[in-house]
């Protein structure tokens, strides 16, 4: 199984990128830097500042596109939002965008593995959101 991590924002989204990376290698996941290789994506989000939260925003809605094609021959099975506008507007992004699998709290990125298991084997992995 290859995850596709995307990290936006600040310096701590890359640290907390990093810590969630080495939880989920220690889970024998393979990482890739393409997106039509993902079989799951996850992205780290930022809303500090308006741009980063557009971008955020944008990211998320790209991503998305590549969990729509999973029907058409696409790999994306999975795609999971972690970060600060994650935990910030998890509502608005469960209803606007049902692609999002998962929605990963910042207090909750020791959990990342067991909500993308949960999402994997069809579970809510939102119960370990942290939000």
Same mark, same amino acid.
């Given at each position: ?11 701590? #989204? ?29 992205? #780290?989000? *930022? *809303? ?9 925003? @944008?990211?998320? &809605?790209?991503? /998305? @596109?590549?969990? %729509?094609?999973?029907? #058409?021959?696409?790999? *994306?099975?999975?795609? &999971?939002?972690?970060? *600060? &506008? $994650? %935990?910030?507007?998890? %509502?608005?992004?469960? +209803? ?10 910042? +207090? /909750? ?5 067991? $909500?993308?298991?949960?999402? &994997?084997?069809? @579970? ?8």
């Amino acid at each position: 199984m290859k995850l596709l991590f995307v990290s936006l924002g600040c310096d701590k #989204n890359l640290v907390d990128t990093e810590v969630m990376l080495g939880i989920l290698q220690r889970r024998r996941f393979e990482f890739t830097d393409d997106e039509t290789e993902a079989d799951v994506i996850v992205i #780290n989000t *930022c *809303c500090f500042i308006h741009d980063a939260k557009e971008e955020s925003i @944008q990211t998320i &809605l790209d991503m /998305a @596109q590549y969990k %729509q094609s999973a029907g #058409n021959g696409g790999k *994306c099975r999975a795609l &999971l939002v972690t970060g *600060c &506008l $994650a %935990q910030r507007y998890a %509502q608005e992004i469960r +209803t606007e965008i049902p692609e999002v699998d998962a929605i990963v709290g910042t +207090t /909750a990125y020791d959990k990342i593995a067991e $909500a993308l298991e949960a999402v &994997l084997t069809g @579970q809510e992995g939102d119960r370990f959101a942290g939000i």
